[in-house]
Nanobody, 128 residues
Framework: QLQLVESGGGLVQPGGSLNLSCAVSGFTLDFYGIGWFRQVPGRGREGVSCILDSDTGPWYTDSVKGRFTIARDNAKKMIYLHMTNLKPEDTAVYYC?????????????????????WGQGTQVTVSS
């Protein structure tokens, strides 16, 4: 059964760091595009970062550039989001997602419909 399970969320003070993980099971991760999205109440899911295929570098939304890093370990079937210098506006539920389709169009990184499978989400709260 294809499944994604996030972990690593929590409460952190402004300026702090968190490492989110997404464990993948039921398929081989190697050929999938990966992404992280976040959502706050009353708003749609926002693309945070993604890697669409093996030949395209990572994409980051402007507000997290220089602070967040996406990574993947295909052998371990893991997807990561390393978050540093966190700000209150980073508070959201974070979701990992995968797409069986590949593309070089990084505009798709902010299109939830491009991604076919999702985790259940993990809450990140940045507050003093």
């Amino acid at each position: 059964q294809l499944q994604l399970v996030e972990s690593g969320g929590g409460l952190v003070q402004p300026g702090g760091s968190l490492n989110l993980s997404c464990a993948v099971s039921g398929f081989t991760l190697d050929f999938y595009g990966i992404g992280w999205f976040r959502q706050v109440p009353g708003r749609g899911r926002e693309g945070v970062s993604c890697i669409l295929d093996s030949d395209t570098g990572p994409w980051y939304t402007d507000s997290v550039k220089g602070r967040f890093t996406i990574a993947r370990d295909n052998a371990k079937k893991m997807i990561y989001l390393h978050m540093t210098n966190l700000k209150p506006e980073d508070t959201a539920v974070y979701y990992c997602a995968i797409s069986s389709r590949t593309s070089t169009d990084q505009g798709l990184c902010n299109q939830p419909g491009w991604f076919g499978r999702w985790g259940q989400g993990t809450q990140v709260t940045v507050s003093s």
